[in-house]
């Protein structure tokens, strides 16, 4: 089986750019997370799906960062303009909630901002 | 405010012997907790995982302890291999909430050393 599958693995941008990652979770898993890995912290939620609609995006900044989950299977989280503080990793996991509190990552994206 | 806290951010232990990675919350209402494995540059993979019903769940080598009147729990690896080296996280949930949210932990790097 296929695991949670991430593009770019990295990306490098000058401020002010846009930036874009995507996000292709487990077949059949309803439920799509992105999250922001600061170096040296724990992954911090940004925004859930359950199947095409978010249902919880308080931790996204909505000023410059934007989701969406079209026919409720792959996922693109967008930051524009960017800043230097977004410089981290942005990991994708999905899960199904009748498996389990599980969820599986994808190898996330690295974004450095300079 | 930190509602699950990792206070060492790193731990060397010899091959062959015990790991003990411990992690604290703070939040009564968290009654599953999980233990994810991250490599550089992949992302977390779950470990093992405990309900607030168990005080202990054995997979093997691992072993993850739960004492919820002091409201902490940790991992012990027996014996500990070179491969074992990698950030480890825990995370906590409510059973009963949307969406398997998962609170985490700011990370332990263990290192085993051959």
């Known amino acids: 089986e296929a695991g949670v599958v991430q593009s770019p693995r990295y990306k490098i941008i000058e401020k002010k750019q846009p930036v874009a990652f995507w996000c292709n979770p487990i077949s059949g898993h309803n439920t799509l997370y992105w999250y922001r890995q600061n170096l040296g912290q724990g992954p911090e939620l940004l925004i859930r799906y359950e199947n095409e609609e978010a249902v919880d995006d308080s931790q996204l900044p909505k000023d410059r960062f934007s989701a969406e989950r079209l026919k409720g299977v792959d996922s693109t989280l967008k930051i524009q303009p960017a800043e230097l503080g977004d410089s981290a990793v942005y990991l994708c996991?999905?899960?199904?909630?009748?498996?389990?509190?599980?969820?599986?990552f994808g190898p996330g994206t690295r974004l450095t901002v300079t | 405010d930190q509602q699950v806290k990792q206070n060492s951010p790193s731990l060397s232990v010899q091959e062959g012997r015990i790991s003990i990675l411990n992690c604290d919350y703070t939040?009564?209402?968290?009654?599953?907790f999980l233990w994810y494995k991250k490599y550089p540059a992949e992302g977390p993979t779950f470990l093992i995982s405990i309900s607030s019903i168990k005080d202990k769940n054995e997979d093997g080598r691992f072993t993850v302890f739960l004492n919820k009147s002091a409201k902490h729990l940790s991992l012990h690896i027996v014996p500990s291999q070179p491969g074992d080296s990698a950030v480890y996280f825990c995370?906590?949930?409510?059973?009963?909430?949307?969406?398997?949210?998962?609170?985490f932990g700011g990370g332990t790097r263990l290192m085993v050393k051959p």
């Open positions: 996991a999905s899960s199904f909630r009748t498996l389990g509190y599980e969820q599986y």
């Open positions: 995370a906590a949930t409510r059973s009963n909430n949307a969406g398997n949210m998962l609170t």
């Open positions: 939040n009564s209402m968290f009654d599953y």
